[in-house]
């Protein structure tokens, strides 16, 4: 069974410009989940989707960050404009209903 | 709100010895789940182990095995055989039965010395 898959593994960006990451889930997992983590510190948090209805977006800066999941399978997650702060590594992660959460690699943001 | 804490920033440990990490949480929830993952420098982050809250006996992963105190709430991951690849940061974590979604402790990184 194929893993949860991440792109880009790393970005690099200079601040004002917009970045997108994509994630495909695990087949058949129909919760969908993304989180910033900064170095040295545990996964935050920002969207989590059941299907393709965000469930929980309460974490996510609405003012830069949009996410979307069409179709209920793959995912984007979208920074316009990008600002120094947003440098993290992005990790998505599925699971099938209330089950444990399997994460893909990450995209290390670099922003400039 | 429910908290994790992991107390130590960082272990060492010698290849092929056991070691201990810590971790405690606080809740008022009966119906919960612990986890511990692993974060090698890939960035993966790895499921380790997983312990329900309603199981008295402790779960087990092959060199892996937590001791969970439901009372004390801490839930502490021995890793025995200590093995240069189980260097990396091990983060535990807590949710509820309700909604499933994730807290996470600081993390430990875990250095093996050959």
């Known amino acids: 069974e194929a893993g949860v898959v991440q792109s880009p593994r790393y970005k690099i960006i200079e601040k004002k410009q917009p970045v997108a990451f994509w994630c495909n889930p695990i087949s058949g997992h129909n919760t969908l989940y993304w989180y910033r983590q900064n170095l040295g510190q545990g996964p935050e948090l920002l969207i989590r989707?059941?299907?393709?209805?965000?469930?929980?977006d309460s974490q996510l800066p609405k003012d830069r960050f949009s996410a979307e999941r069409l179709k209920g399978v793959d995912s984007t997650l979208k920074i316009q404009p990008a600002e120094l702060g947003d440098s993290a590594v992005y990790l998505c992660?599925?699971?099938?209903?209330?089950?444990?959460?399997?994460f893909g690699p990450g995209t290390r943001l670099t922003v400039l | 709100a429910q908290t994790v804490t992991q107390s130590q920033p960082e272990m060492s440990v010698q290849e092929a010895e056991t070691v201990t990490l810590s971790c405690t949480y606080d809740?008022?929830?009966?119906?919960?789940?612990l986890f511990w993952y692993k974060q090698p420098p890939s960035r993966q982050m790895i499921l380790v182990i997983r312990q329900e809250a309603y199981k008295q006996q402790n779960a087990t992963e092959n060199r892996f095995s937590v001791n969970f105190q439901k009372a004390a709430k801490s839930f502490s991951l021995k890793i025995s055989d200590s093995q240069l690849g189980d260097a990396a940061m091990y983060f535990c974590?807590?949710?509820?039965?309700?909604?499933?979604?994730?807290?996470w402790g600081a993390g430990t990184k875990l250095i093996i010395k050959p």
């Open positions: 989707y059941e299907n393709e209805e965000a469930v929980d």
């Open positions: 992660a599925s699971t099938r209903g209330t089950d444990t959460q399997y």
């Open positions: 974590a807590y949710a509820e039965a309700s909604n499933y979604q994730l807290i």
């Open positions: 809740t008022s929830e009966s119906d919960y789940y």
